[in-house]
């Protein structure tokens, strides 16, 4: 089995900052794309950012410039550095990966626990 562990939310001012993390462990034989969603009250989950297991990255157009994904394999982790935070950022963030628990076969979606971020003066 494998579990994602999130860090990092809570309450920032407008234009402030914030670092989620997410961390997983378990059996894993390889992590493909990871990615960050959130979820505001009263809307869709959407999705935020990706990241391949090469390094491309993909931003929805509402935090492009703004927020920026990276990974580290080696800790089995995602970040996601959100800069100039507004009130409409405001939401529950969940991190999301793609994993191969074994060689030659398709990989499974697993889910953080979500981390609610809020952006208020």
């Known amino acids: 089995q494998v579990q994602l562990v999130e860090s990092g939310g809570g309450l920032v001012q407008p234009g402030g900052s914030l670092r989620l993390s997410c961390a997983a462990s378990g059996i894993i034989f390889s992590i493909n794309a990871m990615g960050w969603y959130r979820q505001a009250p009263g809307k869709q989950r959407e999705l935020v950012a990706t990241i391949t297991s090469g390094g491309i990255t993909t931003y929805a157009d509402s935090v492009k410039g703004r927020f920026t994904i990276s990974r580290d394999d080696a800790k089995s982790t995602v970040y996601l550095r959100m800069d100039s935070l507004k009130p409409e950022d405001t939401a529950v963030y969940y991190c999301?990966?793609?994993?191969?628990?074994?060689?030659?076969?398709?990989?499974?979606?697993?889910w953080g626990q979500g981390s609610q971020v809020t952006v208020s003066s």
């Open positions: 999301s990966f793609a994993v191969q628990t074994r060689a030659r076969t398709w990989p499974t979606d697993y």
